[in-house]
């Protein structure tokens, strides 16, 4: 007969391993964007070190899990694009050369498309439809783009041509959770 210790031993050891199957499956649920992944994430992006910066940098991202990091993303885009289009305006009154005030306008028009894609990618997300977070992304970034080609060859402002790469570096990390949700549904 199996006395009570050894039966005690056997039932913990049937115990430790139930925990030892059962946690990792529990720890995906509610799945953190620990700094390995974050080193993941940014891999795939047009600048994995611009990527790293901002992330480590950005309060709430240590303890986000996808979709958390998602929203801050989605959030500092917008907010990044929305200054840069304030300084767009600041500088259209400001510009003499009749060339490079034209380019400020159309690249106004370009930031209010990237933010209106922003905005779209981000009820996109909400509703859980990842590929259109994912296409709207693609416009925000196309956007930026657009607005370099405008201002090519003329003397614009260092902090535009900075703001068109803060820009595409953003949607370039947006693309990135937006696939990782793709493939995570
Ligand atoms: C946009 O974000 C980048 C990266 O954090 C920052 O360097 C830049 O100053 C921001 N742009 C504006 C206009 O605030």
């Known amino acids: 007969m199996m006395s009570f210790k050894s039966y005690?031993?056997?039932a913990s050891i049937v115990q430790m391993l139930l925990f030892m199957i059962m946690t990792p499956s529990l720890a995906r649920l509610n799945v953190q964007v620990?700094?390995?992944?974050?080193?993941?994430?940014?891999?795939?992006?047009?600048?994995?070190?611009?990527?790293?910066k901002l992330?480590?940098?950005?309060?709430?991202?240590?303890?986000?899990?996808?979709k958390s990091l998602a929203k801050i993303i989605l959030d500092l885009a917008r907010s990044n694009a929305t200054k840069t289009l304030n300084q767009i305006h600041s500088l259209i009154p400001k510009t003499?050369?009749?060339k490079l005030k034209e380019s400020?306008?159309?690249?106004?028009?370009?930031?209010?498309?990237?933010?209106?894609?922003?905005?779209?990618?981000?009820?996109?997300f909400k509703q859980g439809d990842y590929f259109?977070?994912?296409?709207?992304?693609s416009g925000a970034l196309d956007a930026a783009g657009d607005c370099d080609d405008e201002t090519e060859g003329l003397p614009a402002s260092p902090s535009l041509i900075k703001g068109n790469q803060d820009l595409k570096n953003f949607c370039g990390i947006i693309l990135v959770v937006a696939n990782r949700l793709k493939g995570s549904n």
Do not use: W
């Not at 620990?34 to 992006?45: M, P, Q």
């Not at 259109?132 to 992304?137: C, L, P, S």
């Open 96 to 98: 003499t050369d009749p």
């Open 55 to 66: 992330l480590k940098s950005t309060p709430g991202t240590a303890t986000a899990d996808l």
């Open 132 to 137: 259109g977070m994912n296409i709207q992304a």
């Open 8 to 10: 005690f031993f056997q």
């Open 104 to 124: 400020y306008r159309s690249c106004s028009e370009h930031y209010d498309n990237a933010i209106g894609d922003l905005n779209k990618a981000e009820s996109d």
């Open 34 to 52: 620990s700094s390995g992944e974050i080193n993941g994430i940014c891999s795939k992006t047009l600048n994995p070190s611009y990527c790293v």
